[in-house]
């Protein structure tokens, strides 16, 4: 009977940049006999397990299991590259076999060789990843430039998903010449945030269930000539298509439906005759209905009867045919819906042939030339921009909820959001109750595969859902997700961090008078530098240290040797030296950084500036 190796423990997980020693057992029957080979990948070196260092020659480990199990030790040495992997593999032989194959696949389909265990063959093969330790980078950050200077930058080395325990940082921003700073709030982990970006795919949006995704008419225009054969693909418009309409607009008819009297009674057929010429009246594929004396046809009134043709013997300019035969009344008045009003059609492409400014063309909601529009001369068109909430990105590898979104062509502000719909019933009285008709997650991956690289995903595509429905401009725009506090950090880095004793200081500024002054709210001074006006105060010799600072109220320079207008005459020497309260041209940011467990490359947090300081 075979022996089995039942069990192969071995530490997979990333090596330390600085090596490790890794212990391992091989679990299984008595006299069980195996050979394990470890390879280095970058020089093709193989272990010694007797001298435990990796050499040209091949070498194997060649054993009995006894005692139920084998242990060992492999040292893996200092990496010498910025990324390294080894092969181990565990070989069955004479008589012995692997216990039963289980097969583990990562998400895009591919072997996860280290999660799979047993073999179905003699040969159980695992790989152990080796990196350089990644950066952890903090920042003092503006999202919308209204905070300048610079910057200072702590970081700080960790091995991937490793943990550095409670680490004291320190960062500086420190202002221009002509700008100062004063503290608006104190920092709390709320103002620390995190950010990714992703692309939007330059294909279709995805219409979620109810949702309107032409919710507004943005343009409107005129047909310029006749399109009555409904067999045209083109239009042409009074003025140029390019900046009044848009690819993916859907068309309808702006006027109301237009209608006129029958001039002779039909008792079965498919030509009517009317009062006016009927192209001023309709176009080929108009839904006719109708009424006499106020009394609905019921005929045209059940099915869609359309216009099949104008002036169809080419002998009488009103005239024109129907689409199946019926029984009409004189004097009875038809109305003439437009088909682009109860199908939708959308702008296709602009200027198709290159040829015409005002000319563009159409297809069906098919998305094909299949349903044919016709349309009068001078007819009142409305466009309307397509706008949808889901949209598929690229990667959407820890985008969470109710985080902000920008980006080129990014309407409004929106974040990430659940989609409902629902419906009251007994609104208003005790029995009130809210029933969800539908829904969908702000995060969708529909099955789209992702990225996997050494057993790790790198990107996921999948579907997100913006709380504000975005135009069909964002196509492969590339988008920006912003989240603040530690559970964004986790979420879009993967980075588990603990902040503490965070703290916001400004450093004291000084300045000195230049000359003496008596009475006088205007002090000049060497240096306005530091001064925010109507925050700043000053303090010093022959300010009176019995009432309030005074304030400063304004500068007459932004820069350099100046003037302050302060809210109290002061009598100062020349020389004086003034002490700056509340402002300050240095900031500096402390607090403790316990990383639970780093992710898996380089990242930078950041510090939002524009929430902390007020500036000038």
Known sequence: MDKIIQIFDLDLSNIS???????????????????????????????????????????????????????????????????????????????????????????????????????????????????????????????NSTVVGTFTTDTTSVVRNGNVNSKLFTLTATAKANTSYAIKKQLEKSDILAFTTST??????????????????????????????GT?????????????????????????DLTDTVDGAVESGVKVVMDNNVATKMAVGDRVTGSLSGITYAQLDASIITVAALNPDGDNVKEFSLSEAVALDDAAVLTFTPKCNRETFTVAALNPDEDNAKEFSYVDSAGGTTSRL??????????????NQQWLLDDISGIGKNVSITGTNIEGSPVTSDYQRTITISEGTENENIITTDFASFVDTKGEKPT???????????????????????????????????????????????????????????????????????IPVASVNGFLPGTTTVGGIGIDPNVVNPTVISRSVTSGAGNIEL??????????????GGSSQLVTITGKINIVQAGTADQTIYFDLEKLLLTT
């Open 374 to 387: 016709g349309l009068k001369d001078g007819a009142a068109l409305s466009f309307s921009n397509q706008k």
């Open 452 to 522: 996997v690289s050494e057993g790790l995903v790198t990107a996921q595509p999948g579907f997100i859902i913006f709380d504000q429905a975005q135009p069909l401009s964002v196509k492969n725009v590339t988008i920006t997700t912003t989240g603040y506090g530690e559970r964004s950090i986790l979420s879009l880095y993967k980075y588990n961090v603990v902040f503490s004793d965070l703290l916001l200081t400004l450093t004291p500024t000084t300045t000195t008078t230049t000359s003496a002054v008596t009475s006088s709210t205007t």
């Open 200 to 229: 939007i795919a330059n294909s279709s949006p995805e219409a979620l269930p109810g949702e309107d995704i032409y919710p507004t008419v943005t343009s409107t225009d005129t047909v310029d000539g006749n399109f009555a054969a």
């Open 17 to 143: 940049s600085g090596g490790e020693v890794r212990s391992f057992t091989i679990t299984g029957d008595d006299n069980a006999e195996f050979y394990l080979e470890v390879k280095d990948s970058t020089t093709g070196y193989y272990y010694n397990f007797f001298n435990n260092s990796f050499q040209a020659a091949n070498y194997k480990l060649e054993r009995n299991i006894s005692g139920g199990s084998y242990n060992g030790n492999i040292t893996f040495p200092p990496i010498t590259a910025s990324s390294n992997y080894y092969d181990v593999y565990l070989y069955a032989r004479f008589g012995t076999k692997h216990a039963v194959y289980d097969e583990v696949r990562f998400a895009d389909g591919t072997l996860d060789i280290n999660s799979s265990t047993g073999s179905s063959s003699l040969l159980l093969q695992k790989i152990i990843y080796q990196y350089q330790d990644i950066v952890l980078t903090l920042q003092g950050y503006s999202p």
């Open 567 to 580: 809210n109290v005459a002061q009598t100062l020497e020349s020389g004086v030296t003034l002490k700056l």
């Open 232 to 256: 045209a693909t083109k239009l042409v418009l009074d003025t140029d298509v390019v900046g009044n309409i848009a690819v993916g607009d859907k068309i309808t008819i702006a006027t109301a």
